[in-house]
């Protein structure tokens, strides 16, 4: 298994790092992926994928108009809105 | 004796004789809190004059609902409306839900009293309650000791008397492993047995709500309350309710128990081997069949977890970006708003884990790291299963050590993940199960044992954790707390 770059797995997560944090973590991170290795001790070519363990597939229910939050109460926790916006800064 | 060490069925018992008032207890968890929180930090919210307001009104009410009047504290990651719900992370501060988790609802109809929000590592990042940004909670044995984690204010609330009951989240470890350290009774039910509409995701294929309490009744009281089918979560599963009051028999003659060899084996404390051990002998002195069995793919547990965890969590976690809800780093444009935000409001544990899970699911990877956890997922649910064909529950000690240092493994993320080893593998198989007070060690800190039963059956554990406290008195003890 490979080592991380982590200049680009901070940007694909969208978070920016101090160079000190990023020399810790790129530490941390072989340390772990190192432990981690122990699973290629196992050959799971014929093993199936758990994702859900009572083996739960798709839920339906009736498609039904119901009741949602009321707008201004969630708006309410916006940092920035606009009357029934969230505001944002300049995306260009 | 304060009315706060009672337990709930104490409580209710001595409600419904008139002995006591509902607003007299709830006074006394708060006299409590007030007088040694300061030291412990379980909370970090408090919601004093609601709960006295609600006492003064339900004392005046015949009890008619099974959790009336009763004190509970809530993690930090589930949602009640118009209260603070962060998570213990600065990402969320200021953050009050619009609306109510379904465990609150429940809560609110079966007329119990919301005490406030209880103290947890970041996002449940964590075991042992000190990747908080509210600063870590202290262990109510030993102050300078971890309370364990991540639901660890919960945890030490209970331990300290500063609530009846509580309740946390358990993805790894996070309500048996603290519930061990503090000395109490700590249930993960089945995956699905209780909604989770309203608890703040971390690891959706793991998470699960569970209860603190002070003994094996309360929990069987409590999770009869809060368990159920939730049309807002399509997770949970709709079987009917049992009471689970009514799993108790003080004869369990011929329970068949498995006592796997892989939980005994090199890095778990030789006093907790021995609590568990002289546990074992009382269960088996009780007429239980106990045997020695093996699962064989233990030891893959925590690599399995750490890439579907963080990997899960990632995904969880981008939805905190500064522009819906809580802390918001102003920027010029959009993009370094979404940088700085999660800079400044994530912390340490929480970047290491969304980095880690980021890389196990970005192009190329994806196969290496999380199709293959998950097809390993297979084969340790499958040594679960193999055994639960043959026995009825599986007996493990719950954490390998009793409670460390506040400091001690802080610095070490590998070191610390390794606390959780003992209680990881149950949340990859969905199982449900409970820790429950087996011992102490020399120096005083309480010891766990952890009791493991196929999914929905709950009652099991019940079954045996209930002989086991009825024939023991850890459950009983309680931490020598000084008031400064």
Redesign the interface.
């Given at each position: 298994?490979?080592s991380?770059d982590?200049n680009y797995?901070?940007k694909?997560?969208?978070?920016?790092?101090a160079d000190s944090?990023k020399e810790?973590?790129a530490k941390?991170?072989s340390?772990?992926l190192n432990?981690?290795?122990?699973?290629?001790q196992?050959n799971?070519e014929q093993?199936?994928?758990?994702?859900?363990?009572?083996g739960?597939q798709n839920?339906f229910?009736e498609d039904e108009v119901l009741p949602s939050?009321?707008i201004d109460?969630?708006l309410?926790?916006?940092?920035?809105k606009d009357g029934t916006s969230?505001k944002?800064?300049?995306?260009i | 004796m304060g009315l706060n060490e009672l337990t709930a069925h104490e409580i209710l018992d001595k409600i419904e004789k008139k002995e006591v008032s509902c607003e007299e207890v709830t006074r006394d968890v708060f006299r409590q809190i007030e007088k040694f929180d300061k030291d412990i930090n379980a909370y970090v919210f408090l919601d004093k004059q609601e709960a006295l307001k609600q006492a003064d009104v339900l004392k005046k009410e015949k009890p008619k609902n099974s959790l009336c009047g009763i004190p509970v504290a809530v993690k930090d990651n589930i949602c009640a409306k118009h209260k603070p719900t962060t998570c213990s992370s600065r990402i969320l501060s200021g953050f009050k839900p619009p609306y109510d988790a379904s465990v609150i609802g429940k809560l609110k109809a079966s007329r119990a009293i919301f005490v406030g929000k209880t103290n947890m590592d970041e996002f449940a990042f964590g075991s042992s309650t000190e990747t908080s940004c509210f600063g870590p909670t202290r262990n109510p044995w030993n102050l300078k000791t971890i309370p364990g984690g991540s639901s660890g204010g919960s945890a030490a609330a209970v331990s300290a008397d500063e609530t009846i009951l509580a309740i946390g989240s358990d993805t790894g470890g996070s309500i048996r492993q603290p519930a061990a350290m503090c000395g109490v009774v700590g249930l993960k039910p089945t995956y699905g047995r209780i909604s989770r509409f309203g608890l703040i995701a971390f690891a959706s294929s793991l998470d699960q709500i569970g209860t603190i309490t002070k003994d094996v009744e309360d929990a069987a009281l409590f999770l009869t309350v809060i368990a159920g089918y939730d049309h807002h979560d399509s997770t949970s599963v709709n079987l009917a309710v049992p009471d689970y009051t009514k799993s108790f028999q003080r004869d369990i003659k011929g329970l068949k128990i498995a006592v796997p060899r892989e939980y005994f084996g090199p890095g778990i404390d030789r006093e907790v081997k021995n609590s568990v051990q002289k546990a074992i002998e009382v269960l088996s002195g009780l007429g239980a069949e106990c045997e020695e069995v093996m699962l064989p793919h233990t030891e893959y547990a925590l690599s399995v977890y750490y890439i579907l965890a963080p990997a899960e969590a990632s995904s969880n976690l981008a939805r905190y970006d500064g522009i819906q809800y809580g802390y918001r780093a102003e920027k010029k444009n959009l993009l370094d708003t979404y940088f700085d935000t999660r800079r400044q409001g994530f912390g340490q544990e929480v970047k290491r884990r969304i980095i880690l899970g980021t890389y196990a699911l970005s192009s190329g990877y994806y196969e290496a790291y999380y199709l293959k956890a998950q097809k390993v997922r297979t084969l340790i649910k499958d040594d679960f299963d193999k055994i639960f064909s043959r026995y009825d529950l599986i007996l493990t000690p719950t954490s390998p050590t009793a409670a460390f240092n506040i400091g001690e493994k802080i610095d070490d993320p590998l070191k610390m993940y390794l606390s959780d080893i003992l209680t990881i593998p149950v949340n990859l198989a969905g199982l449900p199960a409970i820790s429950v007070p087996c011992g102490f060690t020399a120096s005083g800190l309480p010891v766990g044992l952890q009791i493991i039963a196929k999914p929905f059956n709950e009652e099991a554990i019940f079954k045996c954790a209930y002989a086991f406290e009825q024939n023991t008195d850890h459950h009983l003890k309680k931490p020598k707390l000084i008031h400064r």
């Open positions: 298994m490979g991380i982590i797995v901070a694909l997560a969208r978070i920016r790092l944090e810790h973590l941390d991170l340390n772990i432990y981690i290795d122990k699973l290629n196992l799971t093993v199936p994928p758990t994702s859900h363990i009572l739960l839920v229910r939050l009321k109460e969630v309410d926790n916006a940092p920035m969230f944002v800064p300049r995306i | -």
